[in-house]
Every structure is written in structure tokens, then in C-alpha cells.
């Protein structure tokens, strides 16, 4: 048994896992459906665990040590895995009734309200689905069509409160394996945009993180300035400080220290 996983921690890893599998795999038929080398998967899960260096584990990969068969696998028991799933548990209602009446915009807007790592692991995660299912090989292919993909990653995606009803089970199955089959037939509608969208809030964040460090470099050097400027005054010219020069160093802070409270002061950029 898998311990449980952050999707923080298993990020990187994952993307790396998830550009490697679309770049060498999706043109196999047989993914999926062939059990992957056991011990190949838990090193996989045991390097995560372990925080071994991205460019290792890059590396890794290319080395073709895991076949796409441990690498499917493994990415089902990434997510199987993760504390919380991929799609939270507090929108399954909403991702239901809206795969359901095929609402596309209200999909969109429950997908934006997600933590921005969930969206950046899922804009992958469905590019891969879509690329996968959209291999002219695949096409007549049932067990990579989007609906085969949806039962597969149903409850792994999805989580459903326990249920002692196998009705209740069967039931939310269906509902989850309609929710991943409708997102990965519906990719180009629901994620191009959503896609813009994303890329349009990462770059917003990243002007508000560049603002707040030049506000915080422009107060530090103010006063790393205060400081040079007194030092350079008394320091050079008298290797012993009189107590005058003590007094009147502690004058100039001072005054420097209360001098500014008057003041209105330009509000600090909020990073988001």
C-alpha cells in the first residue's frame, strides 16, 4: 500500500512522467491494459518519496528504464494515491450535472476554481488523454476511447463519500466515468480556452511576486544606503567613536526611524 502522496511533492515528477509518456507511448495500443513491473513502479514512487534531484529522474526516464506499461500504471497509482483527488470531491455535484446537460462554460469555471497546481497537473494530464485517443491507430481502438479512459480513471480522478450500497457505487462509477469521458472528448472546447485563461492568472502572479520584491529591494536599499552614508561620515575618519559621535549616529536613526510615520506610504503590492 502506497503511502498517501501531495500533489505539491509529486508535481514535478508527474509533469516529467506525463511529457515522457506523450512524447514515447501514446502511439501503443496496448496501454492500460497490461500490468506494469511491480518493482518498477514503487522505485518510481520511492524516488518521488524521496525527493530525488528532477534532473536525475529526467534522466532516468530517458534511459528507458520503465516501460510504458510500468509508466501507465504508475501514473494510476499517482493519483490513486494523492491525499486529496485530482478533482476535488467539494465540485463532483457540479462536475456531474454539468457533464450531464453538457454545460461546457460552467465546467470551465468549476475547473478555474481549483488550485492552480490541480489545473496545471490536469491541462496536462487531459492534453495527453486527447492526444492519446486522437493517434489515428487508436481510433478504432475501444480500449483507448475516451468512455474506456473514463472507467479507468474514474475513481482514480474522482472520490465518492464510502458507500456500503453497491447501487450508491455503481451508480457514482457511471457518474465519474461520464465526467472524465466528457472532459476528454470535449478537450479542445474546454481547455483552449481555459488554457489562456490559466497561462493569463500564472502571468499575473508573476508581475505581482516581480512588484513585491522591488518594493522590498527598494526598502532595503534605502536603508542599507542610511546606514552606508553614516558609517562613511564617522567610521573612515575616526577609528574610535567619542561619545558625541555615538549620540549623534543615534540621532540620525532616529530621527530617520519616527521621521517617516507622518508620511502616507505607497501600498504594498499583494502577491497572488
Known sequence: MIEPLRLENVAPYLLLILD?????????????SIQGNQENINRIISN???????????????R???????????IVDIFNSLNHPLLLENYNEAYIVNAYYEDIEKIKQCIMELPDLNIQIILKLFSTFNNLCNQEEHKSFI???????????????????KSKDEVDQFGNKIFATNVISYLISHFNEIFDSTILDFEQREKKSRENAILFMEYAMKKYTSLDNHFKSIYNKY????????????QTIKTEFNLRKYSGKSKIRPPIPIYM
Open 48 to 62: 518521488i518519496n524521496n525527493f530525488t534531484p528532477t534532473k536525475q529522474f529526467e534522466k532516468d526516464l530517458n
Open 64 to 74: 528507458g528504464l520503465y516501460s510504458r506499461h510500468d509508466l501507465s500504471f504508475c
Open 20 to 32: 515522457y509518456f506523450e512524447k514515447n507511448c501514446i502511439n501503443k495500443t496496448d496501454l492500460f
Open 235 to 246: 567610521i573612515p575618519h575616526k577609528r574610535d567613536l567619542s561619545q558625541e559621535d555615538v
Open 143 to 161: 480500449l483507448l476511447s475516451p468512455e474506456m479512459l473514463g472507467e479507468t480513471f474514474a475513481f482514480v480522478l474522482m472520490r465518492f463519500k
